[in-house]
């Protein structure tokens, strides 16, 4: 177990938890759509992926409370954020365990609230905190109740720990990340602490676009980040002064001025639009996944929900699940990808979080993890 994670209490050591009331944080902001018959949920992983713990209490004769947000409702209840259908899907999978309505209906969970944190923990003998994809955010339900409950990470929560902190600090060499996704802005911390521990580091997706810029290429009408060109051209220099490797396209594919298909080289055309890798950046990149010893991947290759544009994404996921690699994948899109070629069962962790795992990686610990470490059970 990696350091940081040695002092937060486990399961274990809340003790007989029979007959205690145990409140549950749970990660249950899951995507979903309209159904013919209300909301509907297209994905229940993050559901599945609180069961370990779940079942841990229920049945050792624990009662479970679990309590989630969903979506962004700020502060007020939104029929549309509500968490019955949640609701419905954990009584099928894990029938008695009760789960409070949406905490973002509060403006207390966002706010941190003292008074909407006793509210939470009223009647609660324990509390777990099972929450990763949640876990970088110091909202009350997080870093709350281990302040007075006694407290525990779930076993999710810890394995998502001992995954990503075994990443930054004792990969298998060569260790390459795989980053995609529109932007640079939202990932410039982890490439930074990325470029510390990585071989490679592999770039797609529309971020691609700025760093393409920051070499001096045309890149036509396709979507970058004008203000972080300055950032990557200083982040090409930073890597190539320390010797790592970083892959960008050598071919995009994408559109063209009057709309047709297209595959353009790194120089795009005036009106060109690039919306996915090209078949050399795909095959190349793929190379460098093969001969890895660690990946770890974030975000998609392109617009893979549009058909034309799925190649690059699904050859990078047949890569990342065919290498003989430790394979990490993080982030709901890159995530959701995998699900769509159903490859989700060939790579070693798919973690819950996208942001939470990006913040574990990038600073080694997370406002949830610093909680639990200090709740009243946690040793040293
Ligand atoms: C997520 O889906 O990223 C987590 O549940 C956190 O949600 P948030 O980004 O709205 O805080
Ligand atoms: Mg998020």
Not at 194 to 222: E, H, K, W, Y
Not at 256 to 285: H, N, V, W
Not at 301 to 322: H, I, K, N, Q, S
Request: with cysteine.
């Amino acid at each position: 177990m990696p350091a940081t994670s040695g002092a937060i209490p486990v399961l274990e050591d809340l003790g007989d938890v029979a007959g205690r009331r145990v409140l549950v944080r749970t990660d249950f902001n899951v995507p979903m759509d309209d159904g013919p018959g209300g909301r509907r949920i297209t994905d229940d992983f993050r559901i599945r992926a609180a069961l370990p713990t779940i079942e841990w209490l229920t049945t050792r004769g624990a009662s479970v409370v679990c309590a989630s947000h969903l979506g962004r409702p700020k502060g007020e209840p939104v029929p549309k954020y509500s968490m019955e259908p949640v609701r419905a899907r954990l009584a099928e999978l894990a029938p008695g365990v009760e789960l409070l309505e949406n905490l973002r209906f509060d403006p207390g969970e966002e706010s941190c609230d003292p008074a909407f944190v006793d509210r939470l923990v009223a009647g609660a003998d324990a509390y777990v905190d099972d929450a990763f994809g949640a876990a970088h955010r110091a909202h009350a339900s997080i870093v709350g109740p281990p302040r007075t409950l006694p407290s525990a990470m779930g076993r999710l929560l810890q394995r998502e720990v001992e995954v990503l902190l075994g990443l930054r600090e004792s990969p298998k060499h060569p260790f390459v990340a795989v980053l995609g996704g529109s932007k640079i802005s939202d990932k410039l911390g982890v490439v930074e602490a990325l470029l510390g521990v990585v071989d490679a580091l592999v770039v797609g997706g529309a971020m691609c676009f700025t760093f393409l810029a920051a070499q001096g290429n045309p890149i036509g009408d396709s979507l970058f980040e004008p203000d972080q060109v300055e950032t990557c051209r200083r982040l090409l220099e930073r890597a190539a002064a320390g010797g790592t490797a970083i892959h960008l396209p050598e071919d995009v594919n994408g559109v063209d001025a009057r709309g047709g298909y297209a595959t353009f080289g790194t120089r795009l055309p005036d009106g060109a639009k690039g919306f996915d890798i090209g078949p050399g950046t795909a095959a190349a990149f793929s190379d460098v996944v093969m001969d890895a010893r660690t990946v770890f991947w974030n975000g998609p290759m392109g617009m893979f929900e549009d058909p034309r544009f799925a190649a690059g994404t699904r050859t990078l996921a047949e890569a990342v699940a065919a290498t003989k690699a430790f394979t990490v994948v993080g982030g709901g899109d890159s995530a959701a990808a995998l699900a769509q070629f159903g490859l989700a069962d060939d790579v070693d962790h798919v973690s819950t979080g996208g942001g939470a795992s990006l913040e574990l990686l990038e600073l080694g610990d997370l406002p949830g993890l610093e909680a639990l470490r200090k709740a009243p059970n946690a040793r040293g």
